[in-house]
Structure formats: C-alpha cells, structure tokens
C-alpha cells in the first residue's frame, strides 16, 4: 500500500478525527488505501505540545505508521472556495485544515497500534503485510501506548 510521511501533530490530528484533510504542494492520481505515518521531525510541534497529549492519556508517536484511511481525492483549494466541491464535500470550505494548495480528503481512518517505521518523502510504499498483522488502536490498553 501507500504511505504518507506527516509531521506531528497533524498525524495525531488525523487519527483523532480532527483533520480530515492533509495539505501538499502536490497533487496525486492515487486514490486508495493509505498508511499514515508520522515522522520523527518534531519542528512542526509547539512548545509542550507532545507533553499536554501525553497529560491526556494519548501522547503522540514518532518514526512509525499510526492508522490507515481511503485517499479519497485531491482537490485545489481554489477550486474549494470557489464552491467547485460544495456538494460533494460540504464540510470542506469549513475545515480549519483545508489551506492546500491541494488539499488530500481523507476517509475511513483507522487508528492502528503503531508501526515503527522509517518513512520516506513523497508517496511511498508500506508492506501490506504489517498492516494485515497490526490491530486497532485500543484505548484502554497500555500495550499500543
């Protein structure tokens, strides 16, 4: 399968179910099953942030692949605000996360005890096997923490 490297926190955004879409400076044809994976950079974080997750009881994971979801389809965010996708995707003009320039619409995620990995830039290819074998994420269970 796919996978896609993001620095945290978005990945975590995206399992959480608070971002559902991912912005690129580039398009893709590929649509389908995607693995999630959420690189070691912490340049993206703000001060504190990983330890305020952790507070929580859901700390951020870094270097491993942490859900799986349907790339359902790439859009230019000018075309977004310009109503283009008003029907298909509604929510999409809304989303605090749609800035683009293409905005990836993610689908279907699903948390999985992480996978430690060593991502790649670009789209890049994830063992389907590792997949098949991981579990979902068990919130309750200190084992995928």
């Not at 605090?96 to 290819?125: A, E, K, M």
């Amino acid at each position: 399968m796919k996978a896609l490297s993001i620095h945290q926190p978005y990945p975590h955004l995206i399992v959480r179910g608070e971002k559902r879409v991912e912005n690129r400076t580039w398009a893709t044809r590929y649509r389908g099953r995607l693995a999630i994976h959420a690189s070691k950079n912490r340049t993206m974080l703000d001060p504190g942030e990983a330890d305020r997750y952790a507070a929580i009881g859901d700390p951020l994971v870094f270097g491993a692949v942490v859900a799986v979801c349907e790339l359902v389809d790439v859009v230019h965010v000018r075309d977004v605000y310009a109503g283009v996708y008003d029907e298909v995707y509604p929510w999409l003009s809304d989303h605090p996360h749609t800035v683009g320039p293409y905005c990836w619409v993610l689908d279907n995620v699903q948390r999985i005890v992480p996978i430690p990995f060593i991502g790649s830039q670009g789209l890049w290819s994830f063992p389907d096997d590792l997949i098949a074998r991981s579990t979902p994420w068990n919130t309750s269970s200190t084992a995928a923490r």
